[in-house]
């Protein structure tokens, strides 16, 4: 999975390197060599963006309408995008692709039943995704090197991985835990014979009841600045259209994820 994200960006990259060397040039005065980008050329091309986000998830119990937030996953993302121009220096359709990285630490004393012994849980719920951003973005220029940019349309997410992560120590033995929430799959490792992490999770309810599906579709704004053609920056919101359940629970709950980006971001 990691060779194939990083063959993704090294291509996008590719891509970037050619668009930047066949932006239109303008010629220069006779005996000079006039190879010079317009302004609105350099700031239309590639851009390279880095930022904060963080997500949570809204669950819906159809049957009573109670809801409840869950998960406050912090992280960062980074990506490419480009602008093609509908109404020159006014409208464009942007596209790209976006990597997100996000988790949620936990860190959880149990006390085991009809034993003397406790458990410190230490772990993370660990999200990776990819998204492609399908936006109209406006661009309203203030000064000669600053704008303002509007920007709103949907997003096409695609989750690479969430899995529950956890950890604990029994005296001298580390016993670990992976659990897919796509799947539904359990990679244990480690623990003593006195004690089952995997098998306790399971009894005492650790997992979660449902499965979560790999696809959502987010539909978003943001504004943002850009100064000197070059730089710009963007704050944004993203709420999910779809509901994560899936099988049987998707009956019972929905579950929507609502995500904030700040971002900056350059293009060459």
């Given at each position: 999975m990691k060779l194939r994200f990083l063959t993704i960006i090294t291509a996008l990259l590719a891509i970037a390197s050619l668009d930047a060397y066949a932006q239109p040039m303008r010629p220069g005065r006779p005996g000079r060599p006039g190879h010079v980008h317009s302004s609105a050329d350099a700031f239309r091309g590639i851009g390279i963006t880095f930022g904060y986000v963080n997500s949570n998830y809204r669950t819906l119990d159809l049957a009573t309408d109670e809801a409840t937030t869950s998960g406050l996953?912090?992280?960062?993302?980074?990506?490419?995008?480009?602008?093609?121009?509908?109404?020159?220096?006014?409208?464009?359709?942007?596209?790209?692709?976006?990597?997100?990285?996000?988790?949620?630490?936990?860190?959880e004393n149990y006390k085991i039943p009809l034993t003397d012994m406790s458990v410190r849980l230490v772990g993370d719920w660990e999200e990776h995704h990819l998204g492609i951003p399908l936006r109209l973005k406006y661009d309203l220029h203030l000064l000669d090197r600053v704008g303002l940019t509007f920007d709103a349309?949907?997003?096409?997410?695609?989750?690479?991985?969430?899995?529950?992560?956890?950890?604990?120590?029994?005296?001298?033995?580390?016993?670990?835990?992976?659990?897919?929430?796509?799947?539904?799959?359990?990679?244990?490792?480690?623990?003593?014979?006195?004690?089952?992490?995997?098998?306790?999770?399971?009894?005492?309810?650790?997992?979660?009841?449902?499965?979560?599906?790999?696809?959502?579709?987010?539909?978003?704004?943001?504004?943002?600045?850009?100064f000197f053609h070059v730089l710009e920056v963007r704050i944004g919101y993203d709420w999910g259209l779809l509901n994560r359940y899936r099988k049987d629970i998707a009956d019972l709950y929905s579950m929507h994820r609502g995500q904030f980006t700040l971002s900056a971001g350059i293009r060459f």
């Open positions: 996953l912090h992280g960062f993302t980074l990506g490419l995008t480009k602008d093609f121009s509908l109404l020159p220096h006014a409208l464009y359709f942007q596209t790209g692709l976006n990597y997100y990285y996000q988790n949620d630490p936990r860190n349309g949907p997003t096409l997410l695609m989750g690479l991985s969430s899995k529950y992560k956890y950890k604990t120590k029994l005296e001298d033995h580390v016993a670990s835990v992976d659990y897919n929430l796509y799947n539904g799959k359990v990679k244990a490792s480690g623990g003593s014979s006195d004690f089952d992490l995997e098998d306790w999770m399971e009894n005492t309810g650790m997992y979660p009841e449902g499965r979560l599906g790999r696809f959502d579709v987010m539909l978003g704004a943001s504004v943002g600045a850009h």
